[in-house]
Nanobody, 123 residues
Framework: QVQLVESGGGSVQAGGSLRLSCAAS????????TGWFRQAPGKEREFVCA????????YYADSVKGRFTISRDNAKNLVYLQMNSLKPKDTAVYYC????????????????WGQGTQVTVSS
């Protein structure tokens, strides 16, 4: 079983950037597809992006394509989410999640979740 901890959230103005990190313990993160999801107040948790175990394949929601980049460093047991050109609508709690198998945008296919980190984008 793997434990996930997110960090790097904060407050930023529109147009700014943040980099989130997801650190794993318990098991090596390279065994898992890793994804980022987000949940804004009063809304469902939604898929943001995912990365394959090797890092060779990535998958993005249309709403973040071209602005967000997911990457991983398996030697350090870390997955990153670089967020550029942030918009107020990106404001949410961001969650790291892991699953076996292939990239997926389905929330219920992920087995392990972190506690989340808050990202707030002001206009």
């Amino acid at each position: 079983q793997v434990q996930l901890v997110e960090s790097g959230g904060g407050s930023v103005q529109a147009g700014g950037s943040l980099r989130l990190s997801c650190a794993a313990s318990g098991r090596t993160l390279s065994s898992y597809v890793t994804g980022w999801f987000r949940q804004a107040p009063g809304k469902e948790r939604e898929f943001v992006c995912a990365i394959s175990r090797s890092g060779g394949s990535t998958y993005y929601a249309d709403s973040v394509k071209g602005r967000f980049t997911i990457s991983r460093d398996n030697a350090k047991n870390l997955v990153y989410l670089q967020m550029n050109s942030l918009k107020p609508k990106d404001t949410a709690v961001y969650y790291c999640a892991a699953r076996y198998g292939i990239n997926s945008d389905a929330r219920n296919e992920y087995d392990y979740w972190g506690q989340g980190t808050q990202v707030t984008v002001s206009s």
